[in-house]
């Protein structure tokens, strides 16, 4: 099935840890994105990358880091400098960032949380 | 400052009752509104996307339109199943590489 997996569904970080949630697409998309979700608050920009070895910081990329290698993958690594790392964390895809209107796909999340 | 508000919050109808979301924005330009459905524990599912006033998406027992300030989703006779948290998205002219996304609003369908 075409689609977009994000592992683990689950993660425990103890405090100081980095730890790195995996996002891979089958769809052929260019474009790759994450996101993190809080109750009550929308989805917020963490990195986004267009084309393979090219990546941008969204709204909230502070603590964060990732790289993106092969089309299909974009891995998000959670430093220990992230200070409220426990959220919803959301990978997702489209055709091109930059065109007009394309849809953005979303994977079925990674729950983090800090011990 | 480009912004996006969903109202309500939450909602709760019976089976069968129509009722309708809002989604507003107040933004610098639009290049299109997205509405996604999003289940408990889940990633949000594409429902529609809309790019100019006036311009209206059906899918089942949904329907999304929109005109220059705000978007709505329309529920008519809704069903349980359609119980879910519904968000809506825009995308900019400026830095269209991202979304700006509500708060959402939580539907519940009592049987």
């Known amino acids: 099935d075409g689609g977009i997996t994000q592992s683990p569904k689950y993660l425990f970080r103890k405090e100081g840890q980095n730890v790195t949630l995996s996002c891979e697409q089958n769809?052929?998309?260019?474009?790759m994105y994450w996101y993190r979700q809080d109750p009550g608050q929308g989805l917020r920009l963490i990195y986004y990358?267009?084309?393979?070895?090219?990546?941008q910081k969204g709204d909230i990329a502070e603590g964060y880091s990732v790289s993106r290698e092969k089309k299909e993958s974009f891995p998000l690594t959670v430093t220990s400098a992230q200070k409220n790392p426990t959220a919803f964390y959301l990978c997702?895809?489209?055709?091109?960032?930059?065109?007009?209107?394309?849809?953005?796909?979303f994977g079925e999340g990674s729950w983090l949380t800090v011990v | 400052e480009d912004q996006v508000t969903q109202s309500p919050e939450a909602l709760r109808l019976q089976e069968g009752e129509s009722s309708s979301l809002n989604c507003s924005y107040t933004?610098?330009?639009?290049?299109?509104l997205f509405w996604y459905r999003q289940d408990p524990g889940k990633g949000p599912e594409f429902l529609f996307t809309?790019?100019?006033a006036g311009e209206e998406k059906e899918k089942e027992r949904l329907k999304a339109t929109l005109t220059k300030k705000e978007s709505f989703l329309h529920i008519t006779a809704p069903k349980p199943e359609d119980s879910a948290t519904y968000l809506c998205?825009?995308?900019?002219?400026?830095?269209?590489?991202?979304?700006?996304f509500g708060q959402g609003t939580r539907l519940t369908i009592n049987p």
């Open positions: 997702a895809s489209s055709i091109a960032a930059a065109l007009s209107g394309n849809t953005i796909y």
């Open positions: 769809l052929n998309h260019d474009a």
């Open positions: 990358s267009q084309i393979v070895n090219d990546f």
């Open positions: 933004v610098s330009g639009l290049r299109g």
């Open positions: 809309l790019y100019s």
């Open positions: 998205a825009v995308r900019l002219l400026q830095g269209a590489q991202k979304l700006v």
